[in-house]
């Protein structure tokens, strides 16, 4: 059973930080591309930055100069270090991964974390 497993949202003042962080867990042979998305209330689920299993990046454009994407791959794992915050970041922050779980498996399947309030608000 695979699990992604995030942590670290919360409420923050506008222009705070916050850093999330996601650990695969179970059965994984390996894990290709890792990345972050947003779900604001009413709206559609967005990408907010993916990393490679090779360190390639992309941010969406709203985030470029106030997040980082990192990820462990030791850990099995992806970090989101956001800055700056401004009102319009609030939404539940999902964990995403594609994982390979048997070295015999042809194809990587996506997971997806339970998600994660970040609130910024004064």
């Known amino acids: 059973q695979v699990q992604l497993v995030e942590s670290g949202g919360g409420l923050v003042q506008p222009g705070g930080s916050l850093r999330l962080s996601c650990a695969a867990t179970?059965?994984?042979?390996?894990?290709?591309?890792m990345g972050w998305y947003r779900q604001a209330p009413g709206k559609q689920r967005d990408l907010v930055a993916v990393i490679t299993r090779g360190g390639s990046i992309n941010y969406a454009d709203s985030v470029k100069g106030r997040f980082t994407i990192s990820r462990d791959n030791a850990k099995k794992s992806v970090y989101l270090e956001m800055n700056s915050l401004k009102p319009e970041d609030t939404a539940v922050y999902y964990c995403?991964?594609?994982?390979?779980?048997?070295?015999?498996?042809?194809?990587?399947?996506?997971?997806w974390g339970q998600g994660t309030q970040v609130t910024v608000s004064s």
């Open positions: 179970g059965t994984i042979f390996n894990i290709n591309a």
């Open positions: 995403n991964a594609g994982i390979k779980k048997y070295v015999y498996t042809d194809y990587y399947t996506d997971y």
